[in-house]
């Protein structure tokens, strides 16, 4: 809901707040940018303007730039308001607008929030609420409603920002992704199957403000039209969270050594299989300066998301492997991966099934998985990694292939 007269929408962050004067200023003009490109990438204009611990979006068209702000990382909530004098008289007539253009009937609260020195104001937070409370009862009563009060929790809910030049007046919060402005850490490799997890994983670090460089490891003939696809359409989802950044899926050709892979391991092929990929996404985070491998693993969720299996695996490479889902349920997974977009491309079954041995391992010991493996798999997924492509956003698929073409 816009207040009447809305041309500037309030963006709040919260955790750039605690840092340094220099660390937090730097992440706020990151944020600025960000959103700026969000903007731009939308089609909405607006100019975005710095203050402090907060960005102020000036526009004709509030409620594009609230859904483009609340689409951002680094932002807590974003509000559509407008602008009056800092008064009590010019609050409380705002309000008193704002009331008959949006309160029908029901309870209703004022909630003000007063910053400054005190001599920039003669008045308190608690006189706003009292004044412009009276000024929505008054507009109610003259529209033949009759107003209720509820401050714990109100049907309507009138809030009022008073800073020392201006005041603002909004009738929401909308709330955004919170973290940390993308691009204010190093950039990672996020392992993308197209299930339902990893494009939550690689949500989540980017929402901790690290830019992901999505790789899908191909399975040639075990994978499959469907398997690939639904990486690319969910990477593209992602794409939408960082329209200023290069966030193309990129796909490692590793059909034939997951086919060796498949002849030569039964014991364990699932964790070799692994062990591959997480080969292949080290040497491309060299050649591409990442610091670490995103994967959407949860403890227990498969055989080979054992606590004991998640070590053989990581032992592959000498990067961290990030897990934010760690701990995270699969239903919670499916209700984020709904909210922020990519759960509809994530529900077709993956071609790796065919890949799973008839008895899987599910507490592997390092030095046997290593026994069984090919002596030269980091040769192969080095190799694997210098063919590695990017795929364009309009790739068509090639059914007789079983990938993007």
Known sequence: MQPPGADVVVVRHGEIGTKSNHVGTKMERQLRENLASMLADRGVDGEVEQRRLRLLVHTDDPEGATAAAADTFGVVSASP??????TLDAIAEGLR???REHYDGGTFAVSARRAGEESAHPFASTDIEREGGSAVWEAAEAAGIEPEVDLDDPDTEFF??????EAFLFLEKRSGPGGLPLGTQDPMIALMSGGIDSPVAAWEVMKRGVPVIPLYVALGDYGGVDNRARAVSTTETLAGYAPDRD????IAPGGDAVADIADAVEVGRMLVLRRFMFMVAEAVAEARGAVGIVTGESIGQKSSQTSANLAVTSAAV???VHRPLVTVDKTDITHRADDIGTFHESTIPAGCDRLAPEYPETRARLADIEEREPDDLRERA?????????????AAVDPEEGETA
Not at 81 to 86: G, I, L
Not at 247 to 250: A, E, N, P, Q
């Open 97 to 99: 607008e704002a009331a």
């Open 160 to 165: 009022v920002d008073c800073r020392a030049e």
């Open 247 to 250: 966030v193309r899926l990129r």
């Open 81 to 86: 308001a407008s602008r009056v004098e800092p």
């Open 382 to 394: 080095r190799a694997v990694a210098a063919a590695v492509e990017p795929v364009a956003e309009s």
């Open 318 to 320: 000498d990067l961290p």
